[in-house]
């Protein structure tokens, strides 16, 4: 059987950054992945059309988050703070770029958020988005900007996690033999560095199964790691397979969004509750 | 009266004979030193050791070098040996009041077992808290707890949320909060759209909002609620997972101490502490990893975290037999109540209990400390502090700088130690005496006085007792041993120092510089054994070392530029003798003492008084012969003459009374006009009735003279007059010894001045006969004579006064 072509080329990274813990994280493993791939880093800062347009009712206040109190929020003060906003986006995605040497740009954009992201998303390799945002209950699962990055966008996509983001933590792929998976497969061959341990877990039912796509995998790696460990994950349910991926505790999990293994709506359902980044690789051919 | 025999030679010498000593050299005596001539004092160290009530400290009080800290030390060793060994005491953390560090007792030897157990606890510790947080059962119990809280506030405001959207209002986060804005297709309604609504509905989207807020106010002041029980809720987790992890190795430490009521109490402490702030062991690592400004405060930083979980062990006795006897050298006060050190760190100082020193006190505790009654008074709040620490009968640290307000930097205040320590200390009379007058304390706290005597008994035993000492001090220097003939010089040398042929010094460091000085002139002539004549060539060349002062008075009167008269005789001038202590040295030197005689009122006016260059002694010496020419000569007729005496050449301050039979012999000589013959010398006190008394310095006085008369040849009539009762004083040198057993130099024992008198002046004094007078040719016949022509011309001037006012 001929290996299928795969493509998983990044070299253009878009990065969203609202200011919050999470997009801080996503600005840091975006920078290191950019930096790794040799990559561009273009970040983006999102005015709220919704917040400005909130700012310009006359009844609007503000209830403070750390002392419960009302506040008048008025379309000034929301220019002020949004633009303050900006220029600390704009100075975090130099400070990331100049570590790791890589090109960079940075636009700030007016509109709805996650339109606005998806659109501007849209020419790049890679969207790297944090798992939480500024929105309200925000402290369950994805939230809803990532959820529709990672359901409506058209390139790759980087969940980043709270917990911090490091290439020499141990990559977790998951593989079914798929072409979607060899994606995912070559995607994480181009992210580990020397010492990385690459988990490939084996999706399948039967050891038959397993066994072919562990030949199909290692005739994939060949030479370009030795750090590889191979797991049979059998498919019985979703939440072993969560289960098993937290135990392994990777850095970055990468999973295609095509898979044979697994449905679409089940690799959401995995993005949603690991409690590692994720990086959710699209078939483009 | 007859005048004395002068001395035989053999009166001049107490000589010890080497046959009479028991042995050939030194190196047959291999005995422990018994100490011996200080009776006194050791019933008073037996006494003040036995006595164990409050107060009964020893004061042992004696000339520097008697050898006190010696007996006493020999003695309290040999004492303590069979007594128990005290307590180890150690210092640990308070964990209920941090600035007071608890003090722990523990059977000797057992403190360093109980520090060690605790090291032990640490490094468990160390191990055992981060392997039970680190567990996966751990962190999903930690992260479900949690997840609870988050989905709880995330429940309630997703219900408001939830709430709002069914009334097409959205809840938006903005940069420092929330606000709920209307929407419309899942945007929010922008402002010109609103106005176009009516009043009504904008009026009722204002009220929905209005509600929407208070209902999300109340969710935001609940969420510190959540967060506390959120927190308890893991405390408590924290707590059981921590208590379970450690209880091993607590109860495996209790079980061992469950006997120490103290130890058990401070090791519940330390586990609730631990349990408290387990926290502390997860971050080994991460301090680790931290920068520290150098090297070794990142290291001591690291160290002293966990200083609470550790033991101070200042007293171990593990190596201690019986009793401590301990010697401060220097006893200040941190020295003997001991000290709190401090650390610098990051420009401040700080400390905590494990660095808590122990001091003399703490070291003597159970036993015996010697210290030097001087040194204590020079150190500053030293004596106070001691003191304090016999009187409340526990040793309290207090540093020197807190107490003087110098640092003001948090300190320590430890729990203090219960004292039970006898207090030796070691002085000059003196300083006992001052004490004891001046101190209203010293007496309560020192009852003991053990008196150090100058000197001993000068027997068989003493001979023997010095020849062990010497014999110890050979063997401590490394010397060569001594024959019995050098043994035998010292003896004499001891007796010399103490100024009494039928005693010998204590003073325990003389000797021993003695023998160590024969010991290098031994070497210089290659004996075998130091010999008598390498004991007396330390003897001389100590004196030659020391003799430049007295040469130079010797060579100025030897150039008559100091004038003494060694040959001649003249009326009313004597030579007396003084007695010059520089250092450690003293050396005789004879002095020229003249008087003149004039009418008066019966007055003898002594001129070194007058111009203040007499000390109180000789103006009484002086006064004393106001006596004596009133008790002889005043009682049948009024004395008529005034007499003026002085210490010719003398420029300095004259005292004592050991010339004021010279004087008198002087005063005679003058009165009857008989000369003096100068070629003797005369040291003696005089009473009211013309006893001579003693003096000291004899020995001084006598070679101060005889080694003038020697530099001018000795022509066989020179001599000196002493008290009869210094005969017994005399160890003169042995070419003073030679002279006399020559005849060529003598020395006359005198008890009276009516002796004295006839020997100077080769006249009898002259007895008083029945009739009240004198013989004519005696000297006080003489006397009398010339008092009489002086009362008699006075009182004809006194006549011829009178008849010239009546015709006025």
């Known amino acids: ?285 | 009266m007859p005048i004395p025999e002068p001395l035989s030679h053999t009166d001049l010498y107490n000589r010890c004979d080497p046959e009479s000593l028991s042995f050939k050299s030194t190196k047959e005596l291999d005995e422990a030193i018994t100490v011996s001539g200080q009776d006194r004092a050791h019933e008073a160290i037996r006494f003040g050791v036995g006595m164990k009530h409050q107060g009964f400290n020893i004061f042992a009080l004696g000339p520097a070098g008697t050898g006190k800290q010696t007996a006493l030390e020999n003695y309290l060793e040999q004492k303590a040996t069979d007594e128990p060994v005290p307590l180890d005491w150690c210092y640990v953390y308070n964990f209920a009041d941090m600035r007071r560090p608890m003090a722990i007792s523990l059977p000797a030897g057992d403190a360093c077992g109980f520090r060690d157990a605790m090291e032990q606890l640490l490094e468990g510790l160390l191990t055992v808290v981060p392997g039970a947080f680190s567990s996966e059962e751990y962190q999903e119990q930690e992260k479900n707890i949690k997840e609870e809280f988050a989905e709880r506030q995330a429940s309630e405001i997703e219900k408001l949320e939830k709430i709002a959207s069914e009334k097409n209002i959205a809840l938006i986060r903005t940069p420092s909060g929330f606000a709920f804005a209307p929407v419309k297709k899942g945007e929010v309604v922008n402002a010109e759209e609103f106005m176009r609504l009516k009043s009504a509905e904008k009026e009722a989207i204002e009220k929905e909002i209005g509600t929407l807020k208070e209902s999300m106010q109340s969710i935001m002041k609940q969420i510190p609620k959540w967060q506390r029980e959120t927190r308890k809720k893991l405390n408590e987790l924290n707590r059981q997972v921590a208590a379970f992890a450690v209880k091993p190795l607590f109860s495996e430490l209790k079980n061992t101490y469950k006997d120490h009521k103290a130890i058990a109490g401070y090791l519940d402490d330390v586990e609730k502490d631990a349990v408290e702030h387990f926290g502390q062991f997860l971050e080994k690592d991460h301090d680790k990893q931290q920068t520290p400004i150098s090297p070794l405060q990142g290291k001591e930083t690291d160290s002293r975290r966990f200083n609470p979980y550790r033991v101070n062990v200042v007293i171990d006795n593990c190596k201690t037999q019986g009793a401590p006897v301990i010697y401060e050298d220097k006893p200040s006060i941190q020295n003997l109540v001991g000290d709190i050190e401090h650390l610098a760190q990051m420009g401040t100082l700080v400390t905590d209990f494990t660095l808590i020193k122990a001091g003399a006190l703490h070291k003597a505790n159970g036993g015996y400390l010697i210290l030097n009654a001087r040194r204590l008074m020079m150190e500053p709040l030293a004596y106070e502090a001691l003191k304090k620490a016999i009187r409340t009968r526990q040793i309290r640290i207090e540093s020197l700088a807190q107490l003087y307000g110098m640092a003001s930097t948090l300190s320590l205040d430890p729990e203090p130690i219960p004292l039970d320590t006898k207090i030796i200390l070691l002085g000059e009379r003196r300083l006992y005496y001052l004490l004891s007058a001046h101190d209203p304390d010293f007496n309560e706290l020192f009852k003991v006085a053990a008196d150090f005597d100058d000197d001993m008994e000068r027997d068989h035993d003493a001979h023997l007792f010095y020849a062990a000492f010497i014999s110890s001090i050979i063997r401590q220097e490394k010397l060569r041993h001594m024959d019995a003939s050098a043994v035998a010089r010292v003896i004499e040398y001891g007796s010399r120092l103490s100024g009494d042929s039928s005693k010998l010094s204590t003073h325990i460091q003389s000797i021993t510089d003695l023998v160590n000085e024969s010991g290098y002139y031994a070497d210089e002539n290659n004996n075998d054994l130091i010999t008598h004549g390498d004991v007396q060539q330390a003897i001389d060349a100590r004196r030659y070392r020391a003799g430049r002062v007295p040469e130079k008075i010797e060579d100025a009167i030897l150039q008559n530029t100091i004038l003494i008269d060694t040959e001649s005789e003249k009326v009313g001038q004597i030579n007396g003798l003084s007695v010059y202590t520089l250092g450690n040295q003293s050396f005789g030197k004879p002095s020229r003492i003249t008087t003149r005689i004039k009418m008066g009122k019966g007055e003898v006016v002594d001129i070194e008084r007058e111009v203040d260059m007499g000390g109180p002694l000789h103006s009484k010496g002086v006064l004393i012969l106001n006596g004596f020419l009133g008790g002889r000569f005043g009682q049948d007729q009024p004395l008529s003459l005034s007499a003026t005496l002085v210490f010719e050449q003398s420029y300095g301050e004259v005292d004592g009374d050991s010339a004021s039979s010279a004087e008198l012999y002087a005063l005679l000589s003058a009165i009857s006009a008989r000369p003096v013959k100068q070629c003797f010398a005369v040291t003696g006190s005089v009473n009211q009735y013309g006893g001579v008394q003693a003096i000291g310095g004899v020995n001084e006085k006598i070679e101060g003279f005889f080694d003038l008369c020697l530099k001018r040849g000795l022509t066989g009539k020179q001599g000196v007059l002493i008290p009869a009762s210094n005969t017994r004083n005399l160890m003169l040198r042995e070419d003073v010894r030679d002279a006399v057993r020559e005849n060529r130099f003598f020395i006359y024992p005198v008890n009276h001045v009516d002796e004295g008198i006839e020997i100077l002046t080769g006249i009898p004094a002259g007895r008083k006969q029945d009739d009240g007078s004198y013989p004519d040719d005696s000297i006080n016949g003489l006397a009398v004579r010339t008092l009489k022509a002086m009362a008699e011309k006075q009182k004809k001037q006194k006549e011829n006064s009178n008849t010239d006012n009546e015709n006025t």
């Open chain 1, 1 to 285: 059987m001929a290996t299928p072509t795969v493509t998983t080329t990044i070299k253009r990274i878009t990065v969203a950054i609202d200011c919050s813990p999470y997009s801080r994280a996503s600005l840091s493993a975006a920078a290191e992945i950019a930096g790794r791939l040799h990559a561009e880093l273009s970040g983006v800062f999102i005015e709220d059309i919704n917040l400005l347009r909130m700012a310009e009712l006359p009844f609007t206040q503000e209830i403070q988050a750390h002392t419960a109190r009302f506040e008048p929020f008025d379309l000034a003060r929301a220019e002020r703070m949004l633009k303050k906003q900006s220029k600390t986006a704009s100075r975090l995605l130099r400070e990331s770029a100049e570590r790791f040497a890589i090109p960079h740009s940075f636009r700030t954009l007016r509109g709805t958020v996650p339109s606005l992201l998806l659109s501007a998303a849209l020419d790049t390799d890679l969207l790297a988005i944090g798992r939480w945002g500024n929105t309200p209950s925000c402290k369950r699962g994805l939230g809803s900007t990532a959820q529709k990055a990672v359901r409506e966008s058209k390139t790759n996509v980087l969940v980043a996690h709270h917990a911090g983001f490091s290439l020499q933590s141990p990559l977790v792929v998951l593989f079914d033999g798929s072409r979607g998976a060899l994606n995912a497969l070559e995607t994480a061959l181009g992210l580990v560095q020397q010492k990385t341990h690459l988990h490939v877990f084996l999706l399948a039912n039967n050891e038959a199964e397993q066994e072919k796509n562990r030949n199909r995998a290692e005739q994939h790696i060949g030479r370009k790691t030795g750090l590889v460990e191979f797991h049979n994950v059998p498919l019985t349910s979703g939440t072993l397979l969560r289960q098993c991926i937290n135990m392994t505790g990777p850095g970055l999990l990468l999973v295609s969004e095509n898979t044979d293994a697994l449905d679409k709506e089940a690799i959401y359902r995995l993005i949603d509750s690991v409690e590692c980044p994720v990086l959710l690789v699209r078939s483009t051919a």
